[in-house]
């Protein structure tokens, strides 16, 4: 596997790993553990204390790495596979999705998880798996399939 593929992979996983914990998020009414955004409580790590803010506070620190690994992923796109437009594209389509990602939890948060904004959250969620699963299994085949006339 190429360092390309290893970290798409490994995005996936995290990716999943980070839609599990937002379930977790969900089924404890944590949500609002963290009543604020980007801090918790206004501070970079939440109370001791506060299981709910630890749990909101984990599902942040996921992204946060979800995010790095997709510049990464970008950024490997450019090097290695400025040749592959598709997958060049989508690599950064997902740092976009990303981004926008970030601002819907944000958005959740001061909208105090109204239905629209988790749900709009969630959509966009399942939209970046499905990226990074595609840009992963893309980057698995060459870029033009060859074969006999």
Request: aromatic share 8%; proline share 4%; with cysteine.
């Amino acid at each position: 596997m190429t360092r390309f593929q290893k970290l798409a992979a490994a995005t996936v996983v995290t990716a999943i790993l980070l839609v599990t914990i937002g379930v977790v998020v969900r089924a404890t009414g944590s949500g609002l553990g963290c009543p604020d955004w980007p801090l918790c409580h206004g501070q970079i790590i939440p109370p001791l204390d506060d299981p709910k803010a630890w749990i909101e506070w984990l599902h942040r620190t996921v992204a946060v790495v979800i995010g790095f690994e997709v510049l990464g992923i970008a950024a490997l796109a450019f090097l290695d596979h400025r040749d592959r437009r598709t997958l060049l594209a989508a690599s950064v389509g997902s740092v976009l999705l990303v981004g926008f990602q970030a601002w819907l939890g944000r958005e959740t948060v001061r909208l105090g998880n109204s239905g629209e904004s988790v749900t709009a959250h969630l959509a966009s969620a399942m939209a970046l798996v499905g990226l990074l699963v595609w840009i992963f299994a893309r980057s698995l085949y060459p870029s033009r399939l060859g074969g006999s006339r």
